[in-house]
């Protein structure tokens, strides 16, 4: 692969003028030296504060401005108008550490191969990026991510570093979702590219109450048990043996009780109906009744007064003294 490849930073934005300098800003502070900046409008509402924001850097980024569609048409638009082999994206409120693109190339350049897509830890904060809590991703074998990616890793989009023809083998990102756009992609990506993760942390993520992520809950609860009821559909039962290491109808009840552990229960159902598939009767009427126990359990909980919940736990703790 060519040593110094051009890598184009995606920077879809709605609404984003209190935030969009220091993401424009981080992606021009890159060490790595061949890079693009490519700022997608997606309609924003506010008196045209994002536009002024993203033409005052003049030629030093690419603009784009489009009717609003979400963040996925943003995306989409942008890997259509970029001209670098590699895509990188960082939404507007996020930020890169300086040395984010040249780390994720050198690992590339390392592997010799262009079948890869990095990614890597991130940190989150909510008003100083200086104090940022670290995240540590679970860096798995590629041929397990798709299985990781819906049971137990939470990949950050933005720490990805992505070759252009993966989206050329397998398309972009679906416009009809709203909040799982990027899951969706990454579990079609990675059936054909090896997901390989860096520990190292090159982005910083902000929380915030703007985040899609809250004005957005009841949409993405829709959405996941989607989501993840495509995956249970999509994985294949070697992948599924070989991430888990048991049996096909053990397999699939660990993946019933995270899905119900996740409040996801359409997805949970659909891992139960595959795990009684592959089951015999004894186990099936064992496992339910499990499943019962656990989400009864969990609801009474829900009922009980604070002050009764604290005097359990103070007994609890004083058992085990």
Sequence with gaps: MNSQPKVSIVIPVFNGADYLREAIGSALAQTYPNIEIVVVNDGSRDGGATERIALSYGDKIRYFSKENGGVASALNLAIAKMSGEYFSWLSHDDLYTKDKVEKEINALFKMGRDDVVIYSDYAVFTCDPDNATTLRMKGVPPEHFRYSLMVDISVQGCTLLIPRSAFEKVGGFNESLRTTQDYDLWFRMAKEFSFIHIPE?????????????????NIALVECNDLYSNFIHGLTPQEIMSASTHTLAKSYAEIASHMFNRELNEAGTLAEKYARGNSNQFATITRSMRYLGNRLLKNSIKLIPLKIKLVIMACIRFVMQ
């Design 201 to 217: 942390v090159l982005v910083k993520f902000r929380n915030h109450p703007k985040q899609g992520t809250y004005t957005m809950a």
